[in-house]
């Protein structure tokens, strides 16, 4: 089933604009598109940002984040833009891109823009896999889940000397994780 949304044209453009100017890093997770109260919500890497429109969509789309936020770009002329979704397909204007959808029952992550590695391990032991994948971050979260073990590899590394196990240490982690670890 397809849904379409107009927007507004300038505030489209300029809401794309921040998250190029917010969320231009590689590893920085999928965008969230969906439309509440008469406003399209992008939501990428902290950031939320919105545009008025109007039409009817009950889901969510997640596409690429790096694409997001370089599609100020490529947002066609006409005022306001047609946005239609479906057949995992977001369409802007003439330009068409790949995306998930999903319906938007599943509660939403919100992290920090530039969120610290235990914040984001944290939200992992908070979230399940699926949360995590519908708030567009998964990718980040096994990018701080791989920094998470570098480190802790390094560690083992200089303390082994000291007698401590890798299981002691991976232990330790945890343990300090779920002292920190805070409900959304």
């Keep these: 089933m397809t849904t379409s949304l107009t927007v507004s044209r300038i505030e489209l453009v300029e ?7 917010f969320a231009s890093k590689k590893g920085i997770g999928q965008a969230v598109l969906s439309f509440e109260s ?15 429109a109007s039409g009817s969509w009950d889901g969510e789309a997640r596409m690429p984040g790096q694409v997001m ?26 330009l068409t891109i790949s995306c998930i959808c999903q319906p938007n029952d599943v509660p939403r992550i919100h992290l920090p823009m530039n969120a610290p590695l235990p914040v984001v391990l944290c939200a992992a032991l ?10 567009g971050l998964a990718d980040v979260v096994e990018k701080a889940e ?5 480190l802790t590899d390094r560690a083992y590394k200089a303390l082994q000397p000291l007698g401590i196990s890798y299981e002691d240490l991976e232990g330790f982690i945890q343990e300090h994780l779920q002292a920190m670890k805070q409900p959304d």
Excluded: F, Y
Aim: a positive charge; hydrophobic letters at 35%; aromatic letters at 2%.
């Design 15 to 21: 809401a794309l604009k921040a998250l190029k100017k």
């Design 38 to 52: 008469g406003m399209l919500t992008i939501q990428l890497a902290g950031v939320v940002v919105r545009a008025s």
């Design 69 to 94: 936020s370089r599609m100020w770009r490529s947002v066609p002329d006409t005022d306001p833009v047609e946005i239609e979704v479906g057949d995992e397909h977001l369409k802007i204007g003439p």
């Design 126 to 135: 908070n979230h399940t896999s699926k949360e995590i994948a519908c708030s």
């Design 146 to 150: 791989q920094k998470r073990d570098e």
